[in-house]
């Protein structure tokens, strides 16, 4: 939480931003991130490899939804730790895609609230 904070302003005139108002914004971020981790949660994104031989779905809270063996002649023993690899590649395929829609999502709202490009807003 930003906590209790009050910015003091100088330039010709002195302008205090008012406590309320910070703390207004302050609840809006919080909010808008709770939404948006909502809706994060139905989020999907899908992670490949071997050329698209296996597929994996994950859910936007990084949780493995479906693995799909799109060459089913790799699942044999003799494959099993190229199996393993395509599996492991494929998920962390997916999990950078959660990552670049959340960030992307952080950056929105950062955004909307008049924050700077490229601060890092509490999750």
Do not use: H, W
């Amino acid at each position: 939480m930003l906590g209790y904070i009050c910015f003091l302003l100088l330039s010709n005139n002195e302008v205090v931003m008012d406590l309320q108002e910070v703390m207004q914004q302050a609840q809006e971020m919080q909010e808008k991130l709770s939404k948006m981790q909502e809706a994060m949660e139905t989020e999907e994104a899908e992670g490949d490899s071997g050329g698209g031989a296996v597929k994996v779905t994950m859910n936007g809270k990084g949780l493995i939804q479906r693995i799909e063996f799109v060459d089913k002649s790799m699942l044999s023993e003799s494959n099993a730790e190229i199996l393993a690899d395509l599996v492991m590649a494929a998920s962390n395929s997916a999990k950078d895609k959660i990552e670049q829609m959340y960030n992307e999502r952080m950056a929105q709202i950062a955004g909307d609230m008049g924050l700077p490009p490229g601060l890092n807003v509490p999750s």
